[in-house]
C-alpha cells in the first residue's frame, strides 16, 4: 500500500509542478488534458492547489506562532523557558513589605504571568494559627465576585505551598497595586476639606452600596481600608473580615467565647473588626451581622472626617472603645462641624445609632443626601418628610444620577461644559441601572445639560426610540427614531470599573444620535452590545471625537446596519442628492474604536466605519483622521468614505471582513467621491471572492477622485478554497473618475484575480494612476499580478509583478 | 555523535564553528546530528531572551531568531557562505524539535483528558497578546496545532522528505526561499513549487 501511495504522491507532485508553471488562465486546462480524464486526480490536485493557497498558520513563523505557549508557562516559572507545568507554591515574587496591619503584611509583588505589579497580603502566621487555611480561602472567593469601580478587585487567592519557604501554609490575596495613600494617611496630614469629604464618603457610600446588593457585608470599614489614588476612593479587603471570622478552627472560636480568651479575642478581635469603627452589635454579637454594621462604620468615618476628630474621641484602648460605641451618645455633628449640610450631619448620626434599626436602611440613602449636598441643594429641601421625599430619594439612587463628585457644597450646579473643562469641574456621572426606562431619561437629562459626563456600570437602552432622526437620514438608512440625542456640545466618556470592566450600553436603536450644529462633541470609552441601526450615528457637528468605543454585534435594520456613522445624506450621496455636508465641519477623530459587526447577513449588511457627505461648503472642509481601529466581520464595507471634502487620514486600522458578503459583493474598503485622501499602515483582510480589498473610485464626472495616496498597506485576500475569484476581484483597484491617483509599497497577499487594478467604470477612466513598488511575493492572481483595463492611458507601473494590459 | 576530533573544553561559538567547518570537509550529513544538542540549548537560550525583550518592544520573530543564533554562534571570521547555509538546516531542525518539544510539554502538563482540537484557522486566528486567559486558551490551542503538525510532517517525510525539511526551514526558521534555497542546496524555484505542494497537503492532512 505505502509504495502506492508514495507512487502516486509523485505523480501528483510532478503535476502541481508543471501546472504551477502554467500561465495561471491556462492551468486548469492543462490540468484537465495532463490528468486524461482520471477525474479524482484532477479533482485532488486542485483541491491541493486551493488548500495551498489559503491563509494559514504556516505563513506566520513558527516561534511566532508558538509565543502564547512560552507567555502562558512564564506566569508560572519566568524564569525558564521550558512550558512545565504550574508551581502553585510561588505564583508572585514579592518585592518589598509594604505594610503590617493587625491582621496581615501586604507585600508590593510583581504577578509575572500578567506583567504588572499587585499588592500581596499574607495573612500573620499567629492569625493562621487560629484559622482554617483553606476555610478561609473558600469564603474569601464570594468577594471575588464584587466589580465596582470604588471597590479594590480582589485578583487572586490562595494558600502558599511548600517552595514559599517560611510562608509556607499562610493564606494570602492578591489586590492591584494602588498608588496613593490610605484615607488614614490623608487625615494624619491635615484637614479634609467638606467637598472632599463628601465626594470620598460618596464613593465609599456607593461602594458599600454594591456590594450590600449582592450581599456581602464589609466588616471592617475605617479608614485604613479607604484608599485614595487619583481623587477617586477605593474600598479594600471587603469581605476578608467575614472570612477570618467565618474560618476560625473550633479551638479558636471555644476560646474565644471562655473565660480566659481575653487576650485571643482581642487579637482575633483586630481582625474581624477594628474596635475604633466597630458598630456595638459587632462587638458584642460577632456572627450575626447586617449590612447596618457597614453603615455604623461609615458614620464613624465620615464624623471622623467631617469633624476631624473620632466620635469619642482618641487615646482610648480598644475595650474603651468599645464600651463607649455601646454606652456613649456622640456629640451632634452639627454642633461640632457647622460647614456641613444639616441633612449630611443628620445622616451621618443616624448612622450612629445603637440600635441597626434606628439606623438608615441602606446606602442608598446616604447616597442620595451625599448628592444633594454635593449639588448645594438647600438643607431645608432635603428636612422634608413623607412619602414623595422617599419616591424622589429613591428614584435618584435607583438611576444613580447626577452625582456632581468633588464640584463642593457651595458650587453651582449648572456651568457651560466649556468652563467645566478649564475650571476642572468634575463631570456629570451617571450609573446605569440595567433598566432602560431608567437608563435612558437619566443619560438624557445629563446630556441635555451639556459639559462633561461620565456613564459607568451597566446601561440597557432597549426602549422604544423617541428622539427624531433627521428626516433626510430616516428617508434613507436610518429608522426614524434614536434613543439619546446629542444636541449641544458634550464629552459622554464611560469608565473602566476596578476589574477593568468598560461602560456597557446595551442594545438600544441608534443609542447615541447626534445632531449638534456648530457644537463639539466626544464619545469615548462606551461598550455597545448590539446597538440597532448603528451604536452612534451622527448628522450635525463642528468637531467630533470618537474613541475607544467598543462594539459588539451590530443589528441591521431595514437591510443594513453600521457601527460608527457620520451621514448628512442617509444613504450614497449624489451629485443631485448631496445631502447636507455643511452641517459636519472640523476636526473628526474616529480613534481606537474595536467594532466586531458580527450580526451581518448577505441581505442585511452590516459596516464598520462611515462618512458620507461631509465638510463640503468653502472655508468649512473638515479634517477626517479613522486611526487604529479595529474592525470585523463585516459583510459589507469595513471602511466607507464618500465625499468628504477636506482631508481624509485612514491610518493603522485592522480590518477583516466576514466570509458573507451582502449585497452581491462589496468592497472590504471604499475611498470615494473626492476628498483629499491618504491611506497608510493598515492591515486589510478581505474574505469576499469578488470584492477589492481597497477601491479608489468615483462614479461621478462631477466628484472626481484626485491625487489620493494609498501605501504601506498591507492587504490580505483570503477568498474560501475552490471559490473562484470574480471580475472585480482586486487588492486594490482604481476605477472611474480618478486623477492621479498613488497607490506605494503596499503589499498583497492571498488570492484574488489581480493585486492591482485600474481600469474604466461607469463612463469614466483613471489617468495619471501610479503603481509603485508594490510586492506579491505571496500573491496568486488568477489573472496577473497586476491588471490594466482598456482605454487605460498615462499611467505609470514601478517595480515588480506580472502586467495584464488590455491595451497592448 | 562526538566531534571527530574528540572531547574538549570550548565555547559554544567554537564547537559550533570547528563542527561547521568539519562538516564543510567531509559534507557528511551524519555530522550534523554533533551539533545538534548544543544549537538546541543556544536556540533555546536565545529564544527566552527574545520572549523577554518582547514583552517591551514587541520583536517576536521567527527570522531574527535564527539569525541571531548565527550571528552568535558561528565564528564568522572563519566561515564562508555555504556555512551558513548548513547551519541554517541545523537550525531549522533544531527548532522544529524545541517548538514540538514545548508543545508536547505544555500538553502534557494539562490535567484531564485530551482537549478537544479546534480547527486550525481558529487556533490562528486566536491573538497573541489578549488576556491572559485568552493566552492561556492560546496557548492550548497553538499546542494542539504544532502536534498535530509535527504528526503530519512525520507522515509526509513517508512521501516526500524534501518537503519537510522545506517546511522546517520556511516555517520553523523563518527562512527566505533563497536561504532555504541555499539550505537545501536546491533552486529558489524548487523551494517554492516543494512549499505549495507542502502546505496543501498539510493543510488538508491537518482539516481531516
Not at chain 1, 2 to 10: F, M
Not at chain 1, 41 to 58: D, K, N, V
Not at chain 1, 355 to 372: G, K, N, Y
Not at chain 1, 460 to 475: D, E, I, M, R, Y
Request: glycine share 10%; charged share 20%.
Amino acid at each position: 500500500m505505502l509504495p502506492d501511495a508514495a507512487d502516486r504522491w509523485q505523480r501528483v507532485a510532478a503535476l502541481i509542478d508543471a501546472a504551477l508553471e502554467c500561465n495561471p488562465t491556462d492551468r486548469a486546462r492543462y490540468l484537465e488534458q495532463a490528468c486524461g480524464g482520471d477525474e479524482a486526480l484532477r479533482a485532488e490536485i486542485e483541491a491541493l492547489l486551493a488548500a495551498s493557497w489559503a491563509p494559514s498558520f504556516l505563513d506566520s513563523g513558527a516561534f511566532v506562532f508558538a509565543a502564547p505557549l512560552f507567555k502562558a508557562a512564564s506566569g508560572e516559572d519566568a524564569s525558564t523557558f521550558n512550558a512545565g507545568p504550574a508551581q502553585p507554591g510561588l505564583p508572585y515574587e514579592l518585592e518589598r513589605k509594604l505594610a503590617s496591619g493587625g491582621m496581615a503584611t501586604i507585600y508590593l509583588a510583581r504577578d509575572a504571568k500578567h506583567d504588572r505589579r499587585v499588592a500581596v497580603k499574607v495573612l500573620h502566621a499567629e492569625l493562621t494559627a487560629t484559622l482554617g487555611a483553606d476555610r478561609f480561602v473558600q469564603e474569601i472567593r464570594v468577594t471575588a465576585r464584587l466589580q465596582h469601580p470604588h471597590i479594590l478587585a480582589l485578583l487572586d487567592s490562595g494558600v502558599f505551598g511548600p517552595e514559599a519557604g517560611p510562608l509556607c501554609g499562610r493564606p494570602y490575596y492578591v489586590m492591584p497595586y494602588v498608588e496613593g495613600e490610605s484615607l488614614r494617611a490623608r487625615l494624619t496630614r491635615g484637614p479634609v476639606a467638606v467637598s472632599e469629604a463628601v465626594r470620598v464618603l460618596r464613593e465609599v457610600a456607593d461602594a458599600l452600596d454594591y456590594a450590600h446588593r449582592h450581599g456581602v457585608v464589609h466588616r471592617d470599614v475605617k479608614p485604613e481600608n479607604i484608599l485614595l489614588s487619583h481623587d477617586h476612593a477605593m474600598v479594600a479587603d471587603f469581605g476578608i473580615a467575614k472570612a477570618v471570622f467565618a474560618s476560625r478552627t473550633p479551638e479558636a472560636t471555644g476560646e474565644a467565647t471562655s473565660a480566659t480568651a481575653s487576650r485571643r479575642l482581642t487579637q482575633l478581635g483586630s481582625a474581624v473588626g477594628t474596635p475604633a469603627y466597630m458598630a456595638p452589635e459587632q462587638a458584642a454579637r460577632g456572627e450575626r451581622l447586617d449590612h447596618r454594621a457597614d453603615l455604623y462604620a461609615w458614620g464613624v468615618v465620615a464624623y471622623e472626617l467631617l469633624a476631624g476628630r473620632h466620635p469619642f474621641g482618641d487615646g482610648r484602648s480598644p475595650d474603651e472603645l468599645a464600651a463607649a460605641h455601646a454606652r456613649e451618645t456622640p456629640r451632634p455633628l452639627a454642633e461640632v462641624a457647622p460647614a456641613v449640610p444639616v441633612a449630611l450631619a443628620e445622616i451621618v448620626m443616624r448612622c450612629l445609632a445603637k440600635e441597626p434599626e434606628s439606623r438608615p436602611a441602606s446606602s442608598a440613602e446616604l447616597i442620595a443626601v451625599l448628592d444633594a449636598a454635593a449639588s448645594g441643594a438647600g438643607p431645608s429641601a432635603q428636612r422634608r418628610s413623607g412619602s414623595s421625599r422617599r419616591l424622589h430619594l429613591r428614584m435618584i439612587a435607583a438611576a444613580g444620577l447626577l452625582a456632581l463628585l468633588g464640584a463642593g457644597v457651595a458650587s453651582t450646579y449648572r456651568r457651560s461644559a466649556r468652563q467645566g473643562a478649564q475650571q476642572g469641574v468634575a463631570p456629570v456621572v451617571v450609573t446605569g441601572t440595567g433598566d432602560a426606562a431608567l437608563d435612558v431619561p437619566a443619560v438624557q437629562a445629563a446630556v441635555d445639560q451639556g459639559g462633561a459626563i461620565v456613564l459607568r456600570g451597566h446601561f440597557s437602552f432597549a426602549g422604544t426610540p423617541t428622539k427624531p432622526v433627521a428626516p433626510l437620514l430616516a428617508s434613507g438608512w436610518y429608522p426614524h427614531a434614536a434613543e439619546v440625542l446629542v444636541a449641544r456640545e458634550a464629552s459622554i466618556s464611560g469608565v473602566r470599573s476596578a476589574d477593568g470592566e468598560m461602560t456597557t450600553i446595551e442594545g438600544g436603536t441608534i443609542p447615541f444620535y447626534v445632531e449638534a450644529p456648530g457644537q463639539p462633541v466626544t464619545i469615548r470609552g462606551l461598550r455597545f452590545v448590539r446597538p440597532i441601526a448603528a451604536a452612534i450615528l451622527v448628522s450635525a457637528v463642528r468637531g467630533l471625537e470618537i474613541a475607544s468605543c467598543k462594539i459588539e454585534g451590530v443589528v441591521p435594520f431595514a437591510g443594513g446596519g453600521e457601527g460608527i456613522a457620520i451621514n448628512t445624506r442617509g444613504e450614497i450621496p449624489m451629485p443631485t442628492n448631496p445631502g447636507k455636508p455643511d452641517n459636519i465641519s472640523g476636526h473628526l477623530l474616529v480613534a481606537r474604536n474595536d467594532i466586531d459587526a458580527v450580526g451581518g447577513t448577505a441581505h442585511a449588511y452590516t459596516m464598520g466605519i462611515v462618512a458620507f457627505a461631509a465638510g463640503q461648503s468653502p472655508g468649512a472642509e473638515v479634517d477626517l483622521d479613522v486611526i487604529g481601529n479595529t474592525v470585523r466581520n463585516t459583510t459589507e464595507s469595513m471602511i466607507n468614505i464618500r465625499r468628504v471634502d477636506g482631508r481624509v487620514r485612514v491610518l493603522g486600522n485592522r480590518l477583516s471582513t466576514s466570509h458573507e458578503v451582502a449585497n452581491g459583493g462589496g468592497d472590504a474598503v471604499r475611498l470615494v467621491n473626492g476628498g483629499s485622501f491618504l491611506m497608510a499602515n493598515n492591515s486589510v483582510e478581505c474574505k469576499w471572492p469578488n470584492s477589492a480589498g481597497i477601491t479608489v473610485f468615483s462614479q461621478f464626472a462631477e466628484w472626481p477622485m484626485e491625487n489620493a495616496v494609498v501605501e504601506d498597506n498591507e492587504v490580505l485576500m483570503s477568498p474560501l478554497p475552490g471559490t473562484v475569484p470574480g471580475d472585480s476581484s482586486a487588492g486594490i483597484n482604481v476605477k472611474g473618475f480618478a486623477r492621479g491617483v498613488v497607490i506605494r509599497r503596499n503589499t498583497i497577499r492571498g488570492r484574488a484575480r489581480s493585486a492591482l487594478a485600474m481600469y474604466g467604470f461607469r463612463g469614466g477612466l483613471p489617468t495619471d494612476t501610479a503603481f509603485i513598488d508594490n510586492r506579491f511575493d505571496q500573491f496568486q492572481p488568477a489573472l496577473a499580478d497586476i491588471f490594466v483595463g482598456s482605454g487605460v492611458s498615462r499611467k505609470r507601473i514601478v517595480g515588480p509583478g506580472s502586467v495584464s494590459d488590455q491595451n497592448d | 555523535m562526538h566531534s571527530p576530533k574528540g572531547p574538549r573544553v570550548m565555547g559554544a561559538q567554537q564547537e559550533i564553528t570547528e563542527q561547521l567547518l568539519a562538516l564543510r570537509e567531509s559534507n557528511d550529513p551524519a555530522a550534523w546530528d554533533g551539533l545538534i544538542p548544543v544549537v538546541y540549548a543556544e536556540l533555546k537560550a536565545i529564544a527566552h531572551r527574545q520572549l523577554h525583550r518582547e514583552r517591551r518592544d514587541h520583536t517576536l520573530s521567527t527570522t531574527a531568531l535564527v539569525h541571531e543564533a548565527y550571528l552568535r554562534l558561528v565564528d564568522q571570521r572563519r566561515t564562508q557562505w555555504q556555512d551558513q547555509g548548513h547551519f541554517f538546516a541545523i537550525a531549522s531542525r533544531v527548532m522544529r524539535r524545541i517548538l514540538i518539544d514545548s508543545a508536547r510539554r505544555h500538553r502534557a502538563s494539562k490535567r484531564g483528558g485530551p482537549d478537544e482540537r479546534l480547527p486550525v484557522d481558529d487556533a490562528a486566528a486566536v491573538t497573541q497578546s489578549g488576556s491572559p486567559a485568552e493566552n492561556i486558551a492560546a496557548a492550548d490551542q497553538r499546542a494542539d496545532v504544532l502536534v498535530a503538525l509535527d504528526d503530519a510532517l512525520d507522515a509526509l517525510a513517508a512521501l516526500d522528505a524534501r518537503l519537510v525539511r522545506v517546511v522546517e526551514c520556511r516555517f520553523f526558521a523563518g527562512l527566505t526561499e533563497e536561504e532555504t534555497a541555499a539550505a537545501l542546496g536546491v533552486t529558489a524555484r524548487t523551494v517554492r513549487r516543494d512549499w505549495t505542494k507542502a502546505k496543501g497537503w498539510l493543510q488538508r492532512a491537518l482539516q481531516e
